[in-house]
């Protein structure tokens, strides 16, 4: 969703160039319906390697590309043209070591492999915070001098303050409750946030329920019944895959959003949250703290009493929370992607001029 915003906010601030998205059939281009500036290119493969790696440059070559801006961390080794490289994070850089789903593993290893590769290759290297800035640093100090810190944004639709969930199954939800999006992902924290709210139930004698977005609901007993809290489960509400307008509705709902992860790049969902008016509980790592920025409670994300107790204080102090809902408010407002994509064009010219000045250099030898 991050490129497809970015795309929709280039055509929308300079609609005179010609964009050409490459996909792989079946990925959904809803999003990029109306604009005569974009034009949707369909590269057929096997697997997303030979995609990346084989099929894609020759697309290049064909639709005689003259800037490519890979947006997923990952590039062809071999590009036939100047190139922008969005690396989002160099998690994969880092300890390996925590159990992860085997797409993930397999993820990581293709990463691991690419990354050191098309980092050195690229004309600019753009990551999305200035933590992360400096976990790429660390890892590939050589890319200092074209490495650029672009911030990700937030969509319009999350500060739309209409009641979204006319005919939805959420309006069924209870009138109050937590939020948490939880993720196989082990960085999303998710034990240590079950852990938190068994805390706050039985310890803290709170009584909101807790509604855990797109997460097995298997794995969900699974961990209470691990904690020993069986007894608790009909309090946590587990639903499955939500659409933009069904996750900003739960915002919209919720007494407070839970995103105590262990590591991000960057962080959108506590912007999604801060836009609908929902106090927000985040962790003092990684860039979490430069983005929420005094806007959000933060916490350890490896005690879950502090999490716990931010809850409790989120719920019973109504002064508080009022004062965390505009703080979130004034503090997502500062990012858009319109901003950002202003932003990523100054690069592209940047890339286009020093092409422009290479090939002069090279026909004058």
């Given at each position: 969703?991050?490129?497809?915003?970015?795309?929709?906010?280039?055509?929308?601030?300079?609609?005179?160039?010609?964009?050409?998205?490459?996909?792989?059939?079946?990925?959904?281009i809803s999003v990029l319906s109306g604009f005569t500036s974009v034009k949707v290119e369909y590269v057929h493969s096997l697997t997303y390697a030979d995609w990346e790696q084989v099929w894609l440059p020759l697309a290049i070559l064909r639709c005689k590309v003259d800037i490519m801006h890979f947006t997923s961390n990952t590039a062809p080794v071999?590009?036939?043209?100047?190139?922008?490289?969005?690396?989002?994070?160099?998690?994969?850089?880092?300890?390996?070591?925590?159990?992860?789903?085997?797409?993930?593993?397999?993820?990581?290893?293709?990463?691991?492999?690419?990354?050191?590769?098309?980092?050195?290759?690229?004309?600019k290297v753009v990551t999305v915070s200035i933590y992360e800035s400096q976990r790429i640093l660390h890892f590939f100090p050589e890319v200092k001098s074209y490495l650029r810190v672009i911030y990700n944004a937030v969509s319009s639709t999350f500060f739309d303050r209409g009641d979204l969930s006319?005919?939805?199954?959420?309006?069924?939800?209870?009138?109050?409750?937590?939020?948490?999006?939880g993720n196989t992902d082990p960085k999303k924290n998710t034990a240590n946030v079950i852990k938190a709210y068994i805390h706050y139930r039985n310890i803290l004698k709170g009584e909101l329920p807790l509604?855990?977005?797109?997460?097995?609901?298997?794995?969900?007993?699974?961990?209470?019944?691990?904690?020993?809290?069986?007894?608790?489960?009909?309090?946590?509400?587990?639903?499955?895959?939500?659409?933009?307008?069904?996750?900003?509705?739960?915002?919209?709902?919720?007494?407070?959003?839970?995103?105590?992860?262990?590591?991000?790049?960057?962080?959108?969902?506590?912007?999604?949250?801060?836009?609908?008016?929902?106090?927000?509980?985040?962790?003092?790592?990684?860039?979490?703290p430069e983005v929420a920025e005094g806007a959000a409670v933060m916490v350890d994300p490896c005690k879950p009493l502090e999490i716990s107790a931010a809850m409790e204080k989120i719920e019973k102090?109504?002064?508080?929370?009022?004062?965390l809902i505009q703080k979130g408010k004034t503090r997502a407002m500062q990012f858009s992607w319109k901003r950002s994509a202003q932003q990523y064009l100054r690069l592209y010219e940047e890339v286009s001029l020093s092409r422009m000045l290479n090939k002069f250099s090279i026909q004058n030898l």
């Open positions: 969703m991050v490129a497809l915003h970015l795309i929709r906010a280039l055509q929308e601030i300079a609609p005179e160039h010609e964009y050409i998205v490459f996909l792989r059939p079946g990925e959904d071999f590009c036939p043209v100047p190139y922008v490289l969005t690396l989002h994070d160099v998690i994969f850089m880092e300890n390996t070591s925590r159990s992860k789903a085997l797409y993930q593993k397999l993820g990581s290893i293709y990463r691991a492999w690419n990354v050191p590769i098309v980092a050195r290759k690229a004309a006319i005919n939805s199954s959420i309006a069924k939800l209870p009138s109050k409750f937590f939020l948490f999006l509604i855990i977005g797109d997460y097995p609901r298997n794995l969900v007993e699974s961990l209470m019944i691990k904690e020993g809290s069986a007894e608790l489960l009909d309090d946590v509400i587990s639903l499955g895959y939500l659409t933009q307008l069904e996750l900003s509705n739960l915002y919209k709902k919720a007494t407070a959003f839970l995103y105590p992860s262990l590591r991000e790049s960057f962080g959108i969902p506590i912007l999604e949250a801060m836009a609908s008016h929902c106090p927000v509980i985040t962790s003092t790592t990684s860039s979490m102090n109504v002064a508080f929370r009022q004062q």
